[in-house]
């Protein structure tokens, strides 16, 4: 069984350039989960999609991040304009949903901003 | 909102030698505590996990305890190996498909 998927691996742009990330969960995985890591730090949440709902978006700054699963499936998360202080790793992450917990991680979307 | 503390950042151990692990959490509503393993560049993996009707949990050389009324729980690895260096994380939940709350990590280096 594939893993979670996350592309692409490493993106490097200027400052107030746009970017996005792409992840497709886990075959069958309802909850999807978008992270941020920063370095030397775990893995902070930006949003969680119950299929495609947004059932917790309360840490994402909608000023200038947005987010989308608009078939349950696939997700994209944007940045736009980009800062220097957003240069992180972005993990997404799914689970089964209906009472099971275990979350599994894709390997992260490395982001450097200039 | 949840806040969970990781205790120490860093740990040192001869290969052989057993490491301990410490968080805390806030929240008294939590009840799903998973221990994941990152190595550098990698994504988080599951190593065990407990709920909070579980005092204690064992896989292998893996252990966690859980006290619930004092709010703490702890990853026991015995007989470390080197492949054991990595970054440990805890982390805490209200369970079902909420969204984990994590510590600051741990960087474990086993020293053959």
């Known amino acids: 069984e594939a893993g979670v998927v996350q592309s692409p691996r490493y993106k490097i742009i200027e400052k107030k350039q746009p970017v996005a990330f792409w992840c497709n969960p886990i075959?069958?995985?309802?909850?999807l989960y978008w992270y941020l890591q920063n370095l030397g730090q775990g893995p902070e949440l930006l949003i969680r999609?119950?299929?495609?709902?947004?059932?917790?978006d309360s840490q994402l700054p909608k000023d200038r991040f947005s987010a989308e699963r608009l078939k349950g499936v696939d997700s994209t998360l944007k940045i736009q304009p980009a800062e220097l202080g957003d240069s992180a790793v972005y993990l997404c992450?799914?689970?089964?949903?209906?009472?099971?917990?275990?979350?599994?991680f894709g390997p992260g979307t490395r982001l450097l901003v200039l | 909102g949840e806040n969970v503390e990781q205790h120490p950042s860093t740990l040192s151990v001869q290969e052989g030698d057993s490491a301990v692990i410490k968080c805390t959490y806030s929240?008294?509503?939590?009840?799903?505590f998973p221990w994941y393993k990152q190595e550098l560049g990698k994504r988080p993996q599951l190593i065990i996990d407990?709920?909070?009707?579980?005092g204690e949990k064992k896989d292998q050389r893996i252990a966690v305890t859980l006290n619930k009324t004092a709010k703490h729980f702890s990853l026991h690895i015995t007989e470390t190996q080197p492949e054991d260096s990595a970054v440990y994380f805890c982390?805490?939940?209200?369970?079902?498909?909420?969204?984990?709350?994590f510590g600051t990590g741990t960087r474990l280096t086993v020293i053959p």
């Open positions: 992450a799914s689970s089964p949903g209906s009472g099971r917990e275990t979350q599994y």
């Open positions: 075959s069958g995985h309802n909850t």
């Open positions: 999609y119950e299929n495609e709902e947004a059932v917790d």
């Open positions: 929240d008294s509503a939590s009840n799903y």
């Open positions: 407990i709920r909070s009707n579980v």
């Open positions: 982390a805490a939940s209200l369970g079902g498909a909420n969204n984990l709350f």
